[in-house]
């Protein structure tokens, strides 16, 4: 019997790492049960100033825990809806649903009524969290459903409830943040606010939950019809809890900055999992502001950050940057969108840092691939994570591809997730077999080269076809970051009677370059810079490009604009 042959990318594994994991076999709940004994008076979760103590949210914790089960009902697997921005409470609840043995929801605090319905129907959902200026929203969609379907219990918290009452200059949020904050809406007929429930002083029953047992459902945004519910068990959450921690040599003497959505699979393992397991503090922001993450890294002496380009982006836009210090960060990483090759190169250039991106989905808890912090490529997933087997197929006939061809990135490996709540059919279609393997399909197209790092080039269904020449828009994307004038782009594809489809930049222009640039410069620069069919053909400048609640570029609302434009035309 011949030896396994190792794939290309073994030979640069770094050499600290092990290969495969030896995950325990204990829940999520239990990692902060562990940290709180062993650090119990080290700090925790830092918000604008005030401190928790490991051995505080443990105790905060346990005490939702027993509310909700003895005055909401919660059992066994029950689904519970979060729905905030990052904060304590955020992550205190999270471990209280954990606690009570039962899966916790998160809700992207940009839903609104009508897309909320779906978050309460969907999981049968019974009991909601959400703090003060969210529980209208909640309210409101609970009440429009038939009485069998509604909530019966919504627990309702203020940010301010986790604030110092007087604030620290160094720490303070920005006044129209701070205001915001500390707002106090009039709460919905029979909600309970956050600090009654937690003075109620009821005890929970014992924690009973098995690796196998539902932990998290998170909801996928999808491309067509209702988000589904992706089904995570404690066990496939914790691969990547560990993981990450090794990855990015991560302990208790790191600090985090939280500032991804923890509702979002990346900062709901990042900005919390991870860092609890490891014992590490986390400096928490509600929601970006490159003035105050600046502020912050600095004040705190921030080590890992885990971001979304566009923050660094903006970050690094800043007329303060020199007035902050980012000395402390060791480890800078993050996915959602590729890191612009020119951003990359200023990062190392000032600051001596390698931006490590990585690539995941909600169905694979964060990471499938990442970037091996010493040894980064830029415009790179990376290499498959621990334990993972990925590959590179035909989209239609699912034959393996060479390195340097674009197909299917198809992954295989422990975190992947167990399939979508109540969709057996849309699991069933998400899976393919290969080898005997179980591969999820992940719906990007991407390519891997001769060390067997992988690259994407785009989501199967975006992609533009002009004159029978594929066009990549992350690609264009990429190319137009190293003009010296953009901020921000997005390419989507703009009808053309001649091509078929053409290349249109929505293009965010530095503040220096307003009103100096045109739109035909970008194009002239984009031709003497691009393969012929690849440039851009259209410009439009804009002030802002629409972003996720994760901090992605909404490219789909920008091609659905254009296309409504393009239909009345």
Known sequence: MSAPVDPPHAKFWPRRLPRALTVPETSLWFNLEVSAARYPNKDCLIFFGRRYTYAEVLRQAEALAGWLQQHAGVRRGDRVLLYTQNCPQHVIATYAILRADAVVVPVNPMNRTEELKHYITDPEAKVAICSAELAGYMDAASAALPPAQRLQHLLVTRYA????????????????????????????????????????????????????????????????????????????????VVGGSLWSQGGADSVTLGVVPMFHITGMQYCMHTPIWGGSSVVLMPRWDRELAGRLISRHRVTHWTCVPTMVI????????????????????????????????????????????????????????????????????????????????????????????????????????????????????????????????????????????????????????????????????????????????????????????????????????????????IIEWARQNMAAYKYPRVVEFVDALPKSGSGKVMWRLLQEQEDRRAQAA
């Open 161 to 240: 409830d986790a604030m110092p009452a007087q604030d620290d200059p160094q720490d303070a949020p920005p006044p129209a943040m701070a205001e915001w904050l500390r707002a106090d809406p009039p709460l919905p007929a029979g909600a309970v606010r956050w600090t009654d429930a937690i003075a109620s002083g009821m005890a929970p029953g014992a924690h009973t939950a098995r690796p196998d047992d539902l932990a998290v459902m998170p909801y996928t945004s999808g491309t067509t019809g209702l988000p589904k519910g992706c089904m995570h068990s404690h066990r496939t959450m914790m691969h990547n």
């Open 314 to 521: 903006d970050l690094l836009g800043s007329p303060n940057m020199d007035r902050f210090d980012l000395s402390s960060l060791t480890y800078l990483g993050g996915g959602g969108a590729a890191m612009p090759q020119a951003v990359a190169e200023r990062l190392h250039e000032r600051y001596g840092l390698l931006f490590a991106e990585g690539y995941g989905l909600t169905e694979t808890a964060a990471p499938s691939h990442a970037n091996p912090p010493e040894r980064p490529k830029l415009q790179c997933l990376g290499m498959p994570f621990f334990g993972v087997d990925s590959r590179v197929v035909d989209p239609e006939t699912l034959r393996p591809l060479p390195p340097g061809e674009v197909g299917e990135i198809l992954i295989h490996g422990p975190q992947v997730f167990l399939g979508y709540w109540r969709k057996p059919e849309a699991t069933e279609a998400a899976f393919v077999e290969i080898d005997g393997k179980r591969f999820f399909r992940s719906g990007d197209l991407g390519y891997t080269d001769d060390e067997g790092y992988f690259y994407i080039t785009d989501r199967l269904k975006r992609m533009i076809n002009a004159s029978g020449y594929k066009v990549w828009p992350a690609e264009v994307e990429a190319l137009l970051y190293k003009h010296p004038a953009v901020q921000e782009a997005c390419v989507i594809a703009t009808r053309d009677a001649y091509r078929g489809e053409s290349v249109k930049a929505v293009i965010v222009l530095k503040d220096a370059a307003r009103g100096q640039t045109t739109g035909a410069d």
